[in-house]
């Protein structure tokens, strides 16, 4: 029997007084064109004619009582600042309930694949947030040795989750180049050098998220605490967190100095969405989600994401094939379209004490 697949995505709907509710196939399109410049290359990303993704956008510029897209004779079709908002609420709406929806997404596909006795090997993976490891599940699929059940925690939730026996592999990621002696002794106390082993991912880079132009002037961490500047943060325990609070005390800068610390989001995704918004000045996470959302990005660190696991996982054959995967040209390339991602060393074996010297 073929194994059950569960997608939950969020909905959500304007409805006038007159009852009249806004078909959610609208922040669809109004999602293509904005990343295609082209209404006939969005109603093809969508699935849908060009007729009936005009007469949608038409009506329900009526709705509205103005424009949400422009025809632009022979340079395409651009949204009005009034389709631009509507899809950015839908991106932000999709950057902080997606990895909430997948981890429920992932608990119900467990439970109906054991009801119908699926007997395919199961690896379970918890792992902090990033656009490297979301790649994971849908490869190893494609290979067909087995099931990489992917669930969202933060990086030390993660490693904690591992050690309490709920998982046979977790994500973490550390800074390179950076005094991390901290970092280090809080992740590696739930790592045993004789128990456990590393596997290297991919490095990426992290830094600022600011808006395109950079309009207040935003170059390093001492600008965010200058009078005026918003920040939006992520949330303790992401090893995101984790790093900017490091890059903070090594440049001297008090936490409550800076306006936004204490506001957080769950994702870089999220993050992103939340400065695309104008809702703040300034957030921190990786290059990707930078470029997702154009905003500008200041590169401040780079850091290598681990996947660690007890030494015996390494001889299983579904281990091998993980391990294989990530060797690989196919892994390589999706990799490489990351903005601020490599993968080079990736699915390298490391042992615990390696973590002093990466």
């Not at 001889?315 to 601020?340: H, K, N, S």
């Amino acid at each position: 029997m073929p194994k059950a697949l569960i997608t939950i995505e969020p909905s959500w709907r304007f409805r006038n007084a007159a009852g009249q509710e806004l078909d959610p196939l609208l922040f669809r399109v109004l999602q293509a064109i904005n990343e295609t410049g082209k209404l006939t290359a969005a109603a093809s990303r969508v699935g849908y004619s060009y007729r009936h993704c005009w007469n949608l956008i038409h009506q329900w510029s009526g709705f509205f009582g103005v424009p949400l897209v422009e025809l632009l004779k022979g340079r395409g079709a651009r949204l009005t600042p009034l389709g631009e908002k509507l899809a950015w609420a839908a991106e932000r709406v999709q950057a902080r309930l997606g990895p909430q929806l997948q981890n429920l997404a992932v608990e119900i596909d467990r439970e109906i694949n054991r009801a119908i006795s699926d007997s395919q090997p199961t690896l379970r993976l918890h792992a902090s947030h990033g656009y490297a490891i979301a790649l994971l599940p849908e490869l190893f699929e494609q290979i067909g040795a087995a099931r990489l059940e992917l669930q969202y925690l933060g990086s030390l939730d993660a490693l904690a989750s591992m050690a309490r026996g709920n998982c046979e592999l977790s994500g973490f990621h550390l800074p390179r180049h950076l005094p991390s002696d901290d970092l280090i002794a809080r992740c590696t106390r739930f790592l045993k050098p004789r128990t456990h082993r590393l596997i290297r991912l991919v490095t990426r880079t992290q830094g600022l998220y600011v808006a395109a132009g950079n309009p207040h002037g935003i170059h390093a961490l001492g600008d965010l605490s200058r009078p005026g500047v918003r920040f939006i943060n992520r949330q303790l325990n992401s090893g995101t967190r984790m790093l900017f609070d490091l890059l903070l005390a090594q440049a001297q800068i008090e936490a409550q100095a800076i306006a936004g610390y204490e506001q957080v989001e769950f994702t870089h995704a999220a993050v992103a969405a939340f400065v695309a918004s104008g809702m703040a000045d300034a957030g921190f996470g990786v290059a990707a989600a930078a470029s997702r959302f154009k905003l500008d990005f200041v590169p401040l660190a780079q850091e290598t994401y681990f996947l660690a696991c007890r030494s015996e996982l390494l001889d299983q054959p579904v281990m091998q094939a993980l391990l294989d995967m990530l060797r690989g040209p196919l892994f390589a390339a999706r990799v490489a379209e990351l903005p601020g991602y490599d993968a080079a060393g990736a699915g390298e074996v490391l042992r615990v004490d390696d973590l002093s010297s990466d």
